[in-house]
Nanobody, 124 residues
Framework: QVQLVESGGGLVQAGGSLRLSCATS????????MAWFRQAPGKEREFVAA????????YYADSVAGRFTISRDNAKNTVYLQMNSLKPEDTAVYYC?????????????????WGQGTQVTVSS
């Protein structure tokens, strides 16, 4: 089973950009579909984006579509989340998640491996 470590969070002004990375251990990364979720203070965790195990298909929540891009490099065992045109409402702890299946889902209960999270704060 892979282990996940997120990085790249921080403080950015509205309109700015950040790139999150999720590095994985193990030699089976290419057999996992990957996703990003986020949890804002006082709110439930929500789906942000997902990518299939081949990287051939990506999916986004309506709130981030057109601004965020998920990608993966199976040679580097890493998944990325490029976040552009950030808004204060994007402020949250961002979590990387993995499920050993080819396809994606927005259901967090179907992801069985989680990272520790990285804080993203967008100031107005």
């Amino acid at each position: 089973q892979v282990q996940l470590v997120e990085s790249g969070g921080g403080l950015v002004q509205a309109g700015g950009s950040l790139r999150l990375s999720c590095a994985t251990s193990g030699r089976t990364f290419s057999t996992y579909a990957m996703a990003w979720f986020r949890q804002a203070p006082g709110k439930e965790r929500e789906f942000v984006a997902a990518i299939t195990w081949s990287g051939g298909n990506t999916y986004y929540a309506d709130s981030v579509a057109g601004r965020f891009t998920i990608s993966r490099d199976n040679a580097k065992n890493t998944v990325y989340l490029q976040m552009n045109s950030l808004k204060p409402e994007d402020t949250a702890v961002y979590y990387c998640a993995a499920r050993r299946a080819p396809g994606w889902t927005s259901r967090e209960d179907l992801y069985n491996v989680w990272g520790q999270g990285t804080q993203v704060t967008v100031s107005s």
